[in-house]
Nanobody, 122 residues
Framework: QVQLVESGGGLVQAGGSLRLSCAAS????????MAWYRQAPGKQRELVAA???????NYADSVKGRFTISRDNAKNTVWLQMNSLKYEDTAVYYC????????????????WGQGTQVTVSA
């Protein structure tokens, strides 16, 4: 079983930046794709950004140009750099990972972190 632990959430003013981290442990050799999802109150969970083992990325339209996903395979870590944050970015952000080669809006990995709260004040 893969364990994912997120960190880096917090409270930030609109226009500010945060960097989320997700460290994977236990059986990390099976991980190919990694991703960040978020869930705002009263809304469904949505894919924010995903990255393959080779570094190919895809983003939700709402975060393109503002968020950057990256990873270090040797450290089994994925990051989400969030710039120009907006009030509507407020949500719990979850790390996701799996054996599949690519994570998309309709194909997620089976492993989840516990989530980290990001709150953007207007």
């Amino acid at each position: 079983q893969v364990q994912l632990v997120e960190s880096g959430g917090g409270l930030v003013q609109a226009g500010g930046s945060l960097r989320l981290s997700c460290a994977a442990s236990r059986n990390t050799f099976i991980i190919n794709a990694m991703a960040w999802y978020r869930q705002a109150p009263g809304k469904q969970r949505e894919l924010v950004a995903a990255i393959t083992r080779g570094g190919s990325t895809n983003y939700a339209d709402s975060v393109k140009g503002r968020f950057t996903i990256s990873r270090d395979n040797a450290k089994n870590t994925v990051w989400l750099q969030m710039n120009s944050l907006k009030y509507e970015d407020t949500a719990v952000y979850y790390c996701n990972a799996g054996r599949l080669s690519t994570i998309t809006a309709t194909s997620e990995g089976p492993y989840w972190g516990q989530g980290t709260q990001v709150t953007v004040s207007a």
